[in-house]
């Protein structure tokens, strides 16, 4: 049960560099979304995408880019990256349906330092 | 501007007692509430969650319960073990601009002595 699966789990970055947060899951989820973590703080939406060829911003987008080509892959570019983006980033997904089955699903997350 | 708000930092408890963990939200229009736990270099998992015509839903050791005119939620651990230390994130989701939306509050950290 693969679930949500991010790569890398660690990285550090000097400012201006640029990478890709990788993300994919394998439950067929329309549903997908970027976190970011800062200590002491709760999760904030960075992207998010409700299928295929349609991504969205969320509360905190400055700095980063998506795309969503498949189904199952959501990456998060950072670039330039600055000091400030220095936090831990989680994909999450959920399915198309209803208040039901309203519950989404994080991977592992992945930590990121900028030196 | 926060819509989700868990007061508590941290909470400690003795094994076997109770652990109660509160959530205040301020939008009405939140129409689904979640729990997740967390533990250290992990992703949240999901623990329980519950619906905005309900008031109460059980799992095992788990209950959440909902007081809507207060906008408050609560998370019921009965009896605490020391495997549920951890940090625990309440959520609260939206429908909007064509998907789902969840705010998250900023966490409470559970320590269940042995």
């Known amino acids: 049960n693969a679930g949500v699966t991010q790569t890398p789990k660690f990285r550090i970055l000097k400012i201006g560099q640029s990478m890709t947060l990788q993300c994919t899951q394998d439950m067929n989820h329309n549903y997908m979304y970027w976190y970011r973590q800062d200590p002491g703080m709760g999760l904030k939406l960075i992207y998010y995408s409700v299928g295929a060829g349609i991504t969205d911003k969320g509360e905190v987008p400055n700095g980063y880019n998506v795309s969503r080509s498949t189904t199952e892959d959501f990456p998060l570019r950072l670039e330039l990256a600055a000091p400030s983006q220095t936090s831990v980033y989680f994909c999450?997904?959920?399915?198309?349906?209803?208040?039901?089955?309203?519950?989404?699903?994080f991977g592992e997350g992945s930590w990121l330092t900028v030196v | 501007d926060q819509q989700v708000k868990q007061n508590s930092p941290s909470l400690s408890v003795q094994e076997g007692r109770i652990s109660i963990l509160n959530c205040d939200y301020t939008?009405?229009?939140?129409?689904?509430f979640l729990w997740y736990k967390k533990y250290p270099a992990e992703g949240p998992t999901f623990l329980i969650s519950?619906?905005?015509?309900?008031d109460k839903n059980e799992d095992g050791r788990f209950t959440v319960f909902l007081n809507k005119s207060a906008k408050h939620l609560s998370l019921h651990i009965v009896p605490s073990q020391p495997g549920d230390s951890a940090v625990y994130f309440c959520?609260?989701?939206?429908?909007?601009?064509?998907?789902?939306?969840?705010?998250f509050g900023t966490g409470t950290r559970l320590k269940v002595l042995a």
């Open positions: 519950i619906s905005s015509i309900k």
């Open positions: 999450a997904s959920r399915t198309r349906g209803g208040i039901l089955e309203n519950t989404i699903y």
């Open positions: 959520a609260a989701s939206v429908f909007t601009s064509g998907t789902y939306k969840y705010i």
């Open positions: 939008n009405s229009m939140f129409d689904y």
